[in-house]
């Protein structure tokens, strides 16, 4: 059975940080791309951060640019979401997914419909 387990979520004052970390098992996704995605209350889930397989390259959601830095160790198959300078309006659910597709070695997604397997979320608040 696969399953994509996040963790690390909680509760900080603005400006403060949080490592999210999402921790794969059923199956290895070393040879695929990753993403982070999120949902606020009342709002659609967006996409924020995706990076390749190989882990040199990386997009991210505008807002976060600067601030957040996906990164992966696919010899534990998991990937990271480190979240510095956390602002209110970071506050939502945080997802981790996971996309078969391929598309080269310097392949990610910023669409959620890409992805396959998704984790059952965690929660960060951010107080003001």
């Known amino acids: 059975q696969v399953q994509l387990v996040e963790s690390g979520g909680g509760l900080v004052q603005a400006g403060g940080s949080l490592r999210l970390s999402c921790a794969a098992s059923?199956?290895?996704?070393?040879?695929?791309?990753m993403g982070w995605f999120r949902q606020a209350p009342g709002k659609e889930r967006e996409f924020v951060a995706a990076?390749?397989?190989?882990?040199?390259?990386?997009g991210y959601l505008d807002s976060v640019k600067g601030r957040f830095t996906i990164s992966r160790d696919n010899a534990q198959n998991t990937v990271y979401l480190q979240m510095d300078s956390l602002k209110p309006e970071d506050t939502a659910v945080y997802y981790c997914?996971?996309?078969?597709?391929?598309?080269?070695?310097?392949?990610?997604?910023?669409?959620?419909?890409?992805?396959?397997?998704w984790g059952q979320g965690t929660q960060v608040t951010v107080s003001s």
């Open positions: 997914a996971a996309d078969l597709n391929y598309g080269g070695p310097y392949y990610y997604s910023e669409t959620a419909s890409s992805y396959t397997y």
């Open positions: 990076i390749n397989w190989r882990g040199d390259k990386s």
């Open positions: 059923g199956r290895t996704f070393s040879s695929h791309a």
